[in-house]
């Protein structure tokens, strides 16, 4: 059995090309029949914006991937050229240890986000339910959570948020604690804003005011976030009520300084105000954060912190590689005593011994018999032999249960030191 | 008798110290958890070991430097206890516990045996008026390590300089509200302390106050306290601010509580 992968991601192929290969959530039910009726008897299938990839274990590498290329040509009318082009397989040892870098992150865009393992976790269930599952990749993709886990437990890899929305949220925090209670004033209502408040929604906020120069912009991104609209000119008077400031308008100056600021904060009672100001030109006048209980980030010290937490993340992708290399030996090794080749070989290899010592016994008594009837004997004896084992043979093949497989070794007094004495027999014959 | 258990308190405080300062490099909430079951063994063994004392001893024991050490360091758990039961600041132990365990070991230090009461003490006022004034001054050490992470955090956050560590302090927001409290229960405690204590002294020395250095530092440090009450309530004096005062009024909390007592003398020095 090997275990292999096929597929692309967003270093090997550009998004022209991952979205046409793109499995959603639809046909990925069809995609998995079509290459388990075709003849790979487990598959799982992982399609996320930044990568399509198909992992499968088969005893044929060859044969099973034509399968897959028949159907990928089927399904998706892709070209030739793409898969010399674009795509990459590993087998074995490379396979699994190109997975345990997926779900940990490590070969993610952003290196260490951690959404990525939660869309492996999902791909291998929609394969279980599907039953295109079987006992190798149960074990790969349980070791796989395994190593993803210890990953997050023991390095700091996605300690620090990278992007600008989660780590405004995060210094959100550090300055509230929880933000359920709190409320936020969003000014203007740009792409950028809507991404980050989505961000900040998910926390829980208590209330979200929307203010824009347009106001029928702030009523609809209000009708779509639920928030409540307000007028350009109710800012001063927002800005006493609310917590945190998120910032995004085209405005050419500043449009809130630090007077305003002062005189906000003394109808504040100097209660804690935190802006987040994304906006190019900067909507916020700098100087705002030298007021006592003012905390401004504007978007250049929010990239320059991503930057610091990126190369943080670089830095502990090298603990996280070592864990990854000693996790793929540890596999392999527990694979490799799954391997019934030598087993198979042994039992044969004793078994047919012990028929060639008896029919010479019986070959010097019949002295006077032919050439044909010794042949015979032979074949006679050979057959019998070969029904006996059949079963116990295709049982190992089949099931591969360890612990099957462990009985009918000690059946057969096999041990694994004997392994490789019984392959190089096996070539010499 | 008495003294073995506070021995045994002692430990129970000391391996809870360990496992909070162990809980900032290994981040096993296990660890967290063993602290703070080790600090509430400390702290009742620590209650118990005070009653025993005070049976055996047959007065109130603050009377002595060993006494009123080991007295503050019971009021400090006490007070961390209920701070960490509303707040759930498990990080602050690291701070705390150090600082609950070497007051204690310091109390060590000065003679542990029980000795006779000086008849000026042998009074109801006395376990009055030092409970209030210890619990005070507890609290008040515990605000005083609460504005320095605050300072830490908040300069942090200003000075853009957010960091993995920062994001294991509490929020600034909590800090405040901890510093907070403690400014109410304090400063409640601290004038009755002196409520009482006057009284007292009305009773045994015929005034109610005197001027001794003990007295005025102790007026100078509930002045501090309320400037920063008032200021709060009126202005909103918060966050940093609040900060630098609850420094400065601890500063002259340790000139009354240690200071007069060990180097200015007067009325008082007999702790």
């Not at chain 1, 260490?112 to 791909?123: F, H, N, R, S």
């Not at chain 1, 980030?297 to 610091?308: F, R, V």
């Not at chain 2, 703070?36 to 400390?42: D, I, N, Q, R, S």
């Given at each position: 059995?090997?275990i292999a992968?096929?597929g692309l991601n ?5 998004i022209?090309i ?15 029949n ?10 799982v299938?992982?399609?996320t ?9 088969s ?11 028949d159907?990928?040509?089927t399904y998706f009318g892709?070209k030739?050229d ?5 795509t990459?397989?590993f087998?074995d040892?490379?396979?699994y ?5 997926v779900?940990?992150?490590l ?6 986000e951690?959404?990525?393992?939660g869309?492996v ?10 039953n ?6 149960d074990?790969?993709f349980h070791k ?8 997050r437990?023991e390095?700091?890899?996605?300690y620090?948020p ?7 949220i995060?210094?959100?925090?550090n300055i ?7 409320k936020?004033l969003?000014?203007?209502t ?5 991404i980050?408040?989505?961000y900040?929604?998910k926390?829980?906020l208590?209330e979200i ?5 347009t106001?029928?912009?702030?009523q609809?991104l209000s ?12 800012m001063p008077e ?10 995004s ?8 300084d630090k007077t ?5 904060m003394k109808k504040r ?8 100001d994304?906006a ?9 954060n030298?007021i006592e209980n ?10 320059e912190?991503s ?10 992708s090298e603990k996280a590689?070592?864990?990854?290399e000693?996790?793929k030996?540890?596999f392999?090794a527990?694979?490799?005593?799954l391997?019934?080749?030598p087993?198979?070989?042994h039992?044969?290899?004793?078994v047919d011994?012990t028929?060639?010592?008896?029919v010479r016994?019986i ?5 006077n018999t032919?050439?044909?009837t010794?042949k015979l004997?032979d ?5 019998i032999?070969?029904?006996l084992?059949h ?10 249960d ?5 009985i ?5 007094s096999?041990?694994g030191e004997d ?11 | ?14 391996i809870s ?6 809980c900032l ?6 660890i967290g958890k ?6 509430l ?5 620590h209650?118990?070991a ?7 001893a047959?007065y109130?024991?603050?009377t002595?430097a060993?006494?009123?050490l ?8 006490c007070?961390?206890?209920y701070?960490k039961?509303?707040?759930k ?13 070497i007051?204690?070991i310091?109390a060590?230090?000065?003679?542990t045996?029980?000795r006779?009461?000086?008849?000026l ?11 209030f ?5 507890a ?8 504005s320095?992470v605050?300072l830490?955090?908040?300069?942090k956050?200003k ?7 920062a ?8 800090l ?8 109410s229960?304090?400063?409640?405690f601290l ?10 002294a009305?009773?045994t ?11 005025t ?6 002045i501090?306290?309320a400037?920063l009450i ?7 004096w918060?966050?940093?601010r609040?900060a630098y005062?609850?420094?400065?009024g601890?500063f002259?909390?340790l000139i009354?509580f240690?200071?007069?007592s ?9 702790i």
């Amino acid at each position: 059995m090997h275990i292999a992968v096929f597929g692309l991601n967003h270093n090997t192929a550009p998004i022209e090309i991952r979205e046409k290969l793109f499995i959603s959530d639809e046909n990925l039910y069809d995609v998995l029949n079509s290459i388990k009726t075709a003849g790979i008897s487990e598959a799982v299938i992982l399609s996320t914006c930044n990568r399509t990839e198909i992992y499968y274990c088969s005893d044929n590498h060859d044969k099973s991937l034509d399968i897959i290329f028949d159907m990928l040509f089927t399904y998706f009318g892709i070209k030739q050229d793409w898969i010399s082009n674009y795509t990459y397989c590993f087998q074995d040892e490379d396979a699994y240890k190109h997975l345990f870098l997926v779900a940990s992150g490590l070969d993610s865009m952003v290196i260490g986000e951690p959404q990525i393992l939660g869309q492996v976790k999902d791909a291998y269930r929609t394969a279980t339910l599907q039953n295109a599952t079987g006992f190798f990749l149960d074990k790969t993709f349980h070791k796989t959570f395994n190593v993803a886990k210890k990953i997050r437990t023991e390095t700091r890899i996605g300690y620090n948020p990278i992007s600008i929305s989660s780590m405004a949220i995060e210094l959100s925090k550090n300055i509230f604690g929880e933000l359920h209670k709190k409320k936020i004033l969003v000014i203007g209502t740009g792409e950028m804003c809507e991404i980050a408040l989505k961000y900040f929604k998910k926390e829980g906020l208590n209330e979200i005011f929307i203010a824009n120069r347009t106001f029928q912009h702030a009523q609809k991104l209000s009708e779509e976030i639920i928030g409540t609209p307000f007028p350009f000119e109710k800012m001063p008077e927002l800005l006493t009520r609310v917590d945190m400031v998120l910032s995004s308008t085209g405005s050419e100056k500043p449009i809130i300084d630090k007077t305003l600021v002062h005189s906000i904060m003394k109808k504040r009672k100097n209660k804690p105000l935190f802006f987040i100001d994304i906006a190019v030109p900067r909507d916020v006048d700098p100087e705002v954060n030298n007021i006592e209980n003012v905390y401004l980030y504007d978007i250049d010290d929010l990239k320059e912190l991503s930057q610091k937490h990126l190369s943080d993340r670089v830095k502990e992708s090298e603990k996280a590689m070592a864990i990854i290399e000693e996790e793929k030996v540890n596999f392999t090794a527990w694979l490799k005593k799954l391997d019934v080749k030598p087993l198979i070989t042994h039992i044969i290899g004793t078994v047919d011994k012990t028929r060639e010592n008896e029919v010479r016994k019986i070959a010097h008594k019949l002295k006077n018999t032919d050439e044909e009837t010794l042949k015979l004997i032979d074949i006679l004896t050979r057959n019998i032999v070969n029904k006996l084992i059949h079963p116990h043979i295709s049982m190992i093949k089949q099931n591969e249960d360890p612990v099957v497989v462990d009985i009918i070794k000690k059946i057969f007094s096999f041990e694994g030191e004997d392994e490789n004495r019984m392959d190089s027999g096996d070539e010499r014959e | 008798m008495n003294i073995y258990l506070f021995y045994i308190a002692l430990f129970f405080y000391a391996i809870s110290t360990i496992s909070y300062l162990l809980c900032l490099t290994v981040s096993k909430k296990i660890i967290g958890k063993l602290g703070h079951y080790f600090l509430l063994t400390g702290f009742f063994i620590h209650l118990l070991a005070t009653f025993v004392r005070y049976f055996e001893a047959g007065y109130t024991p603050i009377t002595n430097a060993y006494e009123s050490l080991s007295f503050f360091s019971l009021c400090i758990a006490c007070f961390f206890l209920y701070i960490k039961k509303i707040y759930k600041m498990e990080m602050l132990g690291s701070i705390f516990m150090p600082v609950l365990t070497i007051i204690f070991i310091i109390a060590f230090a000065f003679p542990t045996e029980i000795r006779p009461l000086p008849p000026l003490l042998n009074s109801w006022w006395l376990p009055v008026h030092a409970i209030f004034s210890f619990i005070g001054c507890a609290v008040f050490l515990i605000s005083f390590f609460v504005s320095v992470v605050y300072l830490i955090v908040e300069n942090k956050i200003k000075e853009k300089r957010f960091s993995p560590a920062a994001a294991r302090f509490p929020s600034l927001e909590t800090l405040d509200s901890v510093n907070y409290q403690c400014i109410s229960y304090g400063f409640i405690f601290l004038t009755i302390g002196i409520i009482t204590g006057s009284i007292w002294a009305s009773i045994t020395w015929g005034s109610y106050w005197s001027w001794d250095p003990k007295e005025t530092w102790s007026l100078i440090t509930w002045i501090v306290y309320a400037i920063l009450i008032h200021n709060r309530l009126t202005i909103g004096w918060r966050g940093r601010r609040t900060a630098y005062m609850m420094i400065i009024g601890f500063f002259s909390i340790l000139i009354s509580f240690f200071g007069v007592s060990f180097f200015l003398g007067g009325q008082h020095s007999f702790i």
